[in-house]
Each structure stands twice: as structure tokens, then as C-alpha cells.
């Protein structure tokens, strides 16, 4: 899993130089399942926050796995409860998308 947190951080600094904002936000969401996956559940929440807003744009990746995203949220919520996820879920859509692929490259260990 770890490999796999690398891999989403250079691929996140690859679409950021290239301007993709809507592939950016699902490279967040899949950054979200593989911080959950390593129990990292409170980063998760907070990526998947950010991730998680409708900026109008669209991504040129292939879609989201509903039911990924689904066992990734229920992960979350069991591990920190509704007052902690939430917190963390609203502390994430309040970044820009820019400040939340700088955290997302921080908790990867890549900022």
C-alpha cells in the first residue's frame, strides 16, 4: 500500500503541472482509499473531503468504483465516528483544490 500512496502522490504532482483540476479530485478520492487502507482513517476523511466537492469539472480518468468509495466512507465513520469524520470531512472541502493536493502529497510522504 505504501507503494501505491507513492504512485497516487507523483501522479497527483504530474496532473497538477499539467492543469487536469477534474482528475485531481478523483486522484484525491483514490489517494483517500489507500490512506484508509493503511488506517490512516482521519487523513482519509479529510482527503475524501476535499476529493469529494462538485467543481463542475470533468476528469479524462476512468470513473470512480461507487462501492470502493462507499467501503472507503463506512471504513472512515466506523473507525472515527460521526463527530470525528465529519470534522475531518469538513476541514477537507474547505481547502482549494491546490492546498488539498499539497496535503495529499504531504500525508504521502511526497511534500
Not at 39 to 47: G, P, S, Y
Not at 59 to 70: E, F, I, V
Amino acid at each position: 500500500m505504501e507503494k501505491a500512496l507513492r504512485a497516487l502522490a507523483e501522479s497527483l504532482a504530474l496532473t497538477r503541472e499539467q492543469g487536469r483540476p477534474g482528475d485531481l479530485l478523483q486522484l484525491l478520492r483514490a489517494t483517500a482509499r489507500v490512506l484508509a487502507a493503511l488506517n490512516r482513517h482521519a487523513d482519509a476523511a479529510l482527503v475524501l473531503g476535499a476529493g469529494s466537492r462538485n467543481d463542475g469539472v470533468r476528469s479524462t480518468l476512468p470513473p470512480d468504483d461507487p462501492q470502493a468509495l462507499a467501503q472507503t466512507l463506512a471504513a472512515c465513520r466506523a473507525s472515527l465516528g460521526e463527530a470525528a469524520f465529519d470534522r475531518a470531512w469538513q476541514r477537507g472541502g474547505m481547502l482549494t483544490v491546490e492546498q488539498a493536493v499539497e496535503e495529499a502529497l504531504r500525508l504521502a510522504g511526497a511534500g
